[in-house]
């Protein structure tokens, strides 16, 4: 499978009971050049993350790099290296006497410089191998400077209800996520730091939308996540009562949940993640790879009042 300019995708103090958090089957890659590194970036239902090429060396003294032939000192090069499946991609049984494998090779590469060239970029295939097809690829400790990866998972969502932890009937109760559950960072470090040790690799993901079905028989509403200032992360203005708030995501429950097993209404989330990455000091900012769902649930206690407390 060739990533060099696929793009499909992809970025919460627990207040109720949070039942189980299950993975959708979204997922995406993109590969990217910069400095002297070749990353080979993924995002789906589970987390995110990356493969790199050509190691984080840095030299600060004004003295030309080496170059990858230079580096690996007359040892030969292995262009591929064998890495677990990532978590939320989903395979059939491999055949028998095998296992499936993630394939990264390293392909249209130059020895001769010290990046790998130009058109150096990364091939990511899942293959099933028998002992001797992953031999194909082996690990000599040399060419561990090539190669670098990282992984971050997303947190375990916690759904926020305001302006109570328990919603009233007939008064609106608002949702967010807590700024904890709804935003993840992951750095490699100093991955292009060649001629600018700033000029790293970062990885964000992002909650950009977040879909709740609020279990009471009426029909699921959606929200935009992640537009709040930072001094308000959820939205909601605490100098003004429920009925005069200006966020949106919010729903009025008519019927206590009494009724309901456990007396708690299940509320179903789906939540949308967006992962960017940031090179340095790029003035452009954050590039977006693309998005990734997963599903949660939720249990929620819903009281009659009349008044409105705390």
């Not at 499936?100 to 392909?107: E, F, M, N, S």
Request: glycine share 8%; proline share 8%.
């Amino acid at each position: 499978m060739h990533n060099r300019v696929g793009r499909t995708l992809l970025t919460l103090s627990a207040v109720l009971a949070l039942l189980m958090c299950v993975p959708a089957t979204t997922a995406a890659a993109d590969t990217i050049q910069t400095g002297n590194t070749v990353c080979s970036m993924y995002v789906n239902s589970t987390g995110f993350g990356a493969y790199c090429t050509s190691g984080n060396a840095y030299l600060g003294d004004g003295t030309p790099p080496p170059t990858w032939r230079e580096r690996l000192n007359g040892r030969p090069f292995v262009p591929c290296r064998n890495f677990p499946i990532p978590d939320g991609i989903h395979l059939p049984q491999a055949p028998e006497g095998k296992k499936w494998v993630l394939r990264v090779t390293i392909t249209d590469y130059d020895l001769n410089t010290y990046n790998g060239g130009n058109k150096a970029h990364l091939e990511r295939a899942y293959v099933p191998v028998n002992a001797e097809e992953e031999a194909q690829c082996p690990e000599p400790d040399y060419m561990d400077q090539f190669w670098m990866k990282f992984k971050s998972t997303y947190p375990t969502p916690a759904l926020v209800v305001k302006p109570t932890f328990t919603p009233r009937v007939n008064v609106p109760a608002f949702f967010s996520l807590t700024k904890e559950s709804s935003e993840q960072y992951k750095n490699t470090g100093e991955l292009s730091g060649y001629y600018d040790p700033q000029h790293n690799l970062t990885m964000r993901g992002m909650v950009v939308e977040m879909k709740v079905d609020p279990g009471d028989g009426t029909r699921p509403f959606t929200c935009l996540m992640g537009t709040t200032p930072a001094d308000d992360p959820d939205g909601y203005d605490e100098t003004q009562d429920p009925f005069h708030q200006m966020n949106t995501c919010k729903h009025k429950y008519l019927r206590s949940s009494a009724s309901q097993p456990d007396s708690m209404y299940t509320v179903k989330l789906t939540i949308t993640w967006e992962v960017s990455y940031w090179i340095g000091r790029d003035s452009g900012g954050w590039h977006s790879i693309g998005k990734a769902t997963v599903t949660a649930v939720q249990r929620l206690p819903v009281q009659e009042a009349q008044a409105i407390g705390g």
